[in-house]
């Protein structure tokens, strides 16, 4: 629990300087592989010749995501977790010092693949995002009740191969409304930019906010 | 460090409690929906009716799995790790004093989903198995080598699903070969009974080797 206070003093600062600087701060969570980098590419391609993005890749081996968002030309700050399974407000602080954060109107911080832990690991953020693939099972929401809870933006990905795996959206859906009726729950598949054009413009209503 | 010495310690007394009553005990962790209830599953439908099998489902809400192997007849414990995101040796010790060791033969625990922190927590298995599924994308192997190099069978399951999510199971396995290449490798698919006759057969040498 004094883990938890400390972390949570260290958050607060990195929001006020994210503030000062007008950054709009995103924490993406979700389960190992449900497509948060994919999901993040997809965001950064489509924003990045009106708005000044970088990205923070929190993993075991932060550099395999590192490189793939390096590739689309944005700054990008590596923060290996090790053997623990979230990131925390500290490894935040230390990437932040990393940024010229003057000149970024987003930054986008992919967190470790975990449905647990994260929740109770503030890292400054303004919206907090949840990301799970329908691969994962229609249990999974149920399964996870926190992290549903206390996020702002809700993602089921991989609609393309709900069938493939006998599940439905739509009741995955259903289960997040029943946890937290208010949070906004988006589709998306990576093969249909339609599907994703939500999710972009949600990021990109949080950038014009924070001006 | 403390923590996982003290850990290692209730392991040791919880393995060889099993030996003592001749339980051979799997340790059976993966990713999240990776399919470690169904591989677990069809393990106990083949084999139920020749040896006498008992399951510990580790998870946030454990009853939502544990339902799932009653339901085929076996005694099941429910083990719920709360904010924890591994089963530990002492939620292992409380559960086999729920369980009639002398009478079991199998014991199946299906541990949280997760790829890292269930790496240092041992419980007194006797084997360690590690599933991920195709869906999770290839690169994950490499991204959780602690969790390869530790076990000693890995599962990639759901390559039913491989062409869906652009991803050769093959790669995953030769991945997974230059982290640990002594570790046997099962390709598995819950459509096709063959690819599970491997998986099966392995925990059936295991019950007969623990005689
Ligand atoms: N069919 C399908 N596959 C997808 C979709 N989105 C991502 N994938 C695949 O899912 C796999 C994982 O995608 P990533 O974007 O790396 O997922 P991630 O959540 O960042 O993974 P980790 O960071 O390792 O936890 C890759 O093989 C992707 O190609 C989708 O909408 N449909
Ligand atoms: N297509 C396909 N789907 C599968 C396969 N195995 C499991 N699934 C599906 O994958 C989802 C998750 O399966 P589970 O067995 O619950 O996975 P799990 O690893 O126990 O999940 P958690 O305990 O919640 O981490 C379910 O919708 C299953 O039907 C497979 O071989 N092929
Ligand atoms: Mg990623
Ligand atoms: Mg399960
Ligand atoms: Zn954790
Ligand atoms: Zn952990």
Known sequence: ??????????????RKLLEKHEVFAVNVMGAIGSGKTTLIEEAVKALKDRYRIAVIAGDVIAEMDASRFRKLGVPTVPANTGKECHLDAKLVEKALEELDLENIDLLIIE????????VDFKLGEELRVVAVSVSEGDDI???HPMIFKTSELAVI????IAKAVDVNPETMKRDILILNPEIPVLLTSKHDKESLKAWIGYLEEGIKDMK
Do not use: M
């Not at 967190?111 to 994260?118: D, H, Q, T, W």
């Open 157 to 160: 990905n991989k609609v393309d």
């Open 111 to 118: 967190n470790v693949g975990n449905l647990i832990c994260p």
């Open 141 to 143: 929401i149920l399964k």
């Open 1 to 14: 629990h004094d883990v938890f206070r400390a972390n949570d003093k260290l958050a607060e600062k990195n």
